[in-house]
């Protein structure tokens, strides 16, 4: 079971909660026990998985990563957004979860997030579910 | 199948081994072709791969993210452990390796390590074994 | 379904295309829709998803990397080749596409790459095709 799902983001460096989306495509596929793999089809931005409480967390994670990683640092590349390319290389494209009984498997504080790097844009993510 | 598994952490920052968990699983769940996906259900903790003979390696991959990523930096995060969730979204929250003929399917110098980056604490990981 | 590929990397720090190999392997597979999991059994290499147009975008990566986590630290590592180790961890040593009608589901910017950390060496890296 494959599915396709559009976010419109609205910063240029953003975590976007996409829990909801996920688990209302494991509910529809009806898929009570196996894996969800989450990917992302682009080069400037990620998925990876944080706190759901306190928002402050994310505001942490996108400075603290607009730090370690600076926009511009004599990149080459001449479109300008190679930060974004280092990022999403450094969280990841994808993210696997566990569903058991129809849910994915995720800690108390653990929500799912589209880490946006060089937006705002109309992104999209794929899922596959596969039962086992 | 669907697996829980506890560690208890020692230090703040450390790479603790749990490789002998997940052979003992696989083993448990009788697949010899497949998948075993292990996920982290935290937000301040990761898994990781890396080396299995000098223990140097551990502490210079700790050493180095504790500098690249500071434990304080002006965080809003008012728990104080921001860095934490930082480089547990940088390492990831999950490992899949491929199962065959009843083994991991691991390098020779790797071995599979909870990431703890706020202990330490009682923690745990959650393994999902898939046949194919 | 199985597969082990070698790979000959050219510097000390790269990223080498290794899409081809991958869409053979699962044309190999004959499977039409799942998953394609790849594995590096290295603890100096990992793999990775970037830009497949501007090769420039590689050098921005690689040379920011470099720079993050530098060569030299006062790592304990008697090898000298820590940075190498954090690097892997950082990127990951796995990553997983989706299968749909018999491709994988890439962006139109994306390529797969096998990210040298410690080269150049002869390498390898593993894949398992799930139906599904």
Not at 10 to 29: A, F, G, W
Not at 40 to 68: F, L
């Amino acid at each position: 079971m494959f599915y396709e799902h559009q976010v419109q983001t609205n910063k240029r460096v953003e975590l976007y909660n996409i829990t909801t989306q996920v688990k209302s495509t494991i509910k529809d596929s009806g898929v009570k026990e196996g894996i969800c793999h989450i990917f992302v089809p682009h080069t400037t931005a990620a998925v990876t998985i944080n706190e759901n409480a306190d928002p402050a967390v994310k505001g942490d994670i996108t400075n603290e990563m607009n730090k370690v990683i600076p926009f511009s640092d004599n990149y080459q590349h001449a479109e300008g957004n190679s930060a974004a390319h280092i990022k999403a290389s450094l969280f990841g494209f994808s993210e696997t979860v566990i569903i058991k009984n129809g849910n994915p498997v995720l800690g108390t504080w653990q929500d799912i997030y589209f880490a946006e790097f060089d937006g705002p844009r109309r992104r999209r993510f794929v899922v596959k579910v596969i039962e086992g």
